[in-house]
């Protein structure tokens, strides 16, 4: 991958049928999603659940707003980090293919090294699930920190809530 290729790195708080995070990763033209339901964590070692959602296009990357009622993913989005990330892999799509990609955030509220490890599928299964662990690094906190999505609730895009945005398009 050549070096001055940025690629994209975004989180959405999305408030659908129940509150999580969708991080997204640019890769092949797309950005690769996944839902995680508490959130990302900054704490080493902290493994989140990070379900396998449907690709989205990069003129998605800065949406903020409401999806109407009766769309995929009907509900408010607001825009909670942005920035770019870095693949240790060379083939990154390798790396996700075989179930393991490890990366490093280059974000404005998430920094450093993390991984993505697909779980084993278990049968009847509807969805592949990952997990998001937060590596140990200089950006890491330990157990019994505060969590940077209590302290750093707002949209790096407009400054608002979500329930501002909510509000906003009544």
């Known amino acids: 991958m050549p070096e001055t290729a940025r690629l994209a790195y975004r989180i959405q708080k999305h408030a659908a049928r129940r509150l999580h995070y969708d991080v997204r990763l640019e890769l092949g033209g797309v950005l690769k999603s996944w839902a995680v339901t508490r959130g990302p964590s900054l704490v080493a070692g902290a493994r989140r659940l990070a379900v396998a959602v449907e690709d989205h296009g990069l003129d998605y990357a800065d949406y903020e707003g409401v999806i109407a009622p009766g769309r ?25 293919d075989s179930g393991s990609l490890a990366f490093t955030l280059h974000g404005e509220k998430l920094r450093g090294r993390w991984r993505l490890m697909r779980m084993k599928t278990r049968g009847g299964a509807r969805q592949v699930s990952w997990l998001l662990v937060k590596s140990r690094d200089e950006a890491a906190r330990g157990p019994g920190a505060p969590d940077i999505l209590d302290e750093q609730p707002r949209s790096v895009l407009t400054g608002r809530t979500i329930e501002e945005i909510a509000a906003a398009a009544v």
């Open 72 to 96: 995929y993913g009907a509900g408010v989005v607001l825009l909670w980090d942005r920035g770019h990330w870095v693949p240790e892999d060379s083939d990154p799509r390798s790396a996700l």
